[in-house]
């Protein structure tokens, strides 16, 4: 909102069984002309709109998770990703590509609060069940590709690899209850010279109930 006369516009969107797809700012939301107090989970959607509100810019779009006290003193030693699909409620098998948030948290020394820090990258996203008889496991596997806040796939690195757009999020569980199998396979043929997929091991929360991100999301 450089020129003179143009407004910023926003919706303030809490989670709901709707998920991320909700409502965008128009001419008659809330007028931006100070800080926004947010002290809960929310999506916040902000727009420019010229004086007579004729022309409207592009959208903008950024999530806010509240970290739950209990979890936010918690250590890790391993990268955390965090995905919240903002109320939407857990996923099945549907092969539909449901619009969510992703958040990194590179490894921390022992003892070290891994929510303490802010988020190595913060995204917007979709994401699906993937997998066939391994999509019925308490701890699925989900495909997600990374997007920008207009919805368009972008590429993006993560925790160190190098960056794609598309990524498997693999928890073979019964198949490989030690959870090394398939990185040290991996491993032993890049090392051959053969190529392989980037593997990185991870420990992770989605939190699919909406408001607060706690250890039982």
Not at 13 to 23: D, E, F, H, L
Not at 87 to 99: M, S, Y
Not at 114 to 125: H, S
């Amino acid at each position: 909102g450089a020129s003179t006369g143009q407004k910023i516009r926003y919706v303030l969107i809490s989670p709901s069984a709707s998920g991320v797809t909700a409502a965008v700012p128009t001419r008659t939301s809330p007028l931006y002309n100070g800080p926004i107090s947010i002290s809960t989970s929310v999506i916040v959607r902000a727009a420019v709109f010229s004086a007579d509100h004729t022309v409207q810019g592009l959208e903008a779009n950024a999530q806010y998770l509240k970290i739950g006290a209990p979890l936010a003193a918690s250590a890790a030693q391993l990268p955390v990703l965090v995905l919240d699909d903002h109320g939407l409620g857990a996923l099945t098998k549907d092969g539909i590509d449901h619009p969510a948030w992703l958040y990194t948290y590179a490894s921390r020394g022992p003892g070290s609060a891994v929510f303490a820090t802010t988020p190595a990258l913060a995204t917007p996203l979709t994401m699906t069940v993937r997998g066939s008889s391994s999509a019925s496991f308490p701890k699925k596997s989900y495909s997600l590709e990374l997007t920008d806040p207009s919805g368009k796939k972008t590429a993006l690195p993560l925790l160190g690899l190098p960056a794609a757009s598309n990524w498997a999020l693999v928890g073979p569980w019964f198949f490989d209850r030690t959870l090394i199998k398939n990185n040290f396979v991996y491993e032993l043929s890049t090392r051959l010279g053969h190529w392989a997929p980037h593997i990185q091991l991870v420990e992770v929360f989605f939190n699919s109930r909406g408001g607060d991100l706690t250890d039982a999301s």
